[in-house]
């Protein structure tokens, strides 16, 4: 069974940084596109990140570049999201997800949700003003 599991999630103060992971299991997801997206209370999910399967290639929305990182140890199965220079805007349920497809990584592809076929059950982010 295939599972996506989020952590490191919590409340943060405006300017702090937080570190989520994405554990994946039941398959080998080296060779699959991931993304992270966040919905915020009361607005749709929204595209944050993604990641090629190799991690060379890598895209950000724009109100987190230059303060987010993602990145993958595929060794571990898992993908990060290094988050800096938090802000109270930032704060919504973070998820993970994964294109198992195996086609040619596209960003125009990967800024739409449907594009995944597995997802985590997120992980709350709060960051307080």
């Known amino acids: 069974q295939v599972q996506l599991v989020e952590s490191g999630g919590g409340l943060v103060q405006a300017g702090g940084s937080l570190r989520l992971s994405c554990a994946a299991s039941g398959r080998t997801f080296s060779s699959d596109a991931m993304g992270w997206f966040r919905q915020a209370p009361g607005k749709e999910r929204e595209f944050g990140a993604a990641?090629?399967?190799?991690?060379?290639?890598?895209d950000y929305t724009d109100s987190v570049k230059g303060r987010f990182t993602i990145s993958r140890d595929n060794a571990k199965n898992t993908v990060y999201l290094q988050m800096n220079s938090l802000k109270p805007e930032d704060t919504a349920v973070y998820y993970c997800?994964?294109?198992?497809?195996?086609?040619?990584?596209?960003?125009?592809?990967?800024?739409?949700?449907?594009?995944?076929?597995?997802w985590g059950q997120g992980t709350q982010v709060t960051v307080s003003s």
């Open positions: 997800a994964a294109d198992t497809s195996r086609r040619p990584y596209d960003i125009r592809r990967y800024v739409d949700q449907r594009e995944y076929d597995y």
């Open positions: 990641i090629s399967g190799g991690g060379g290639i890598t």
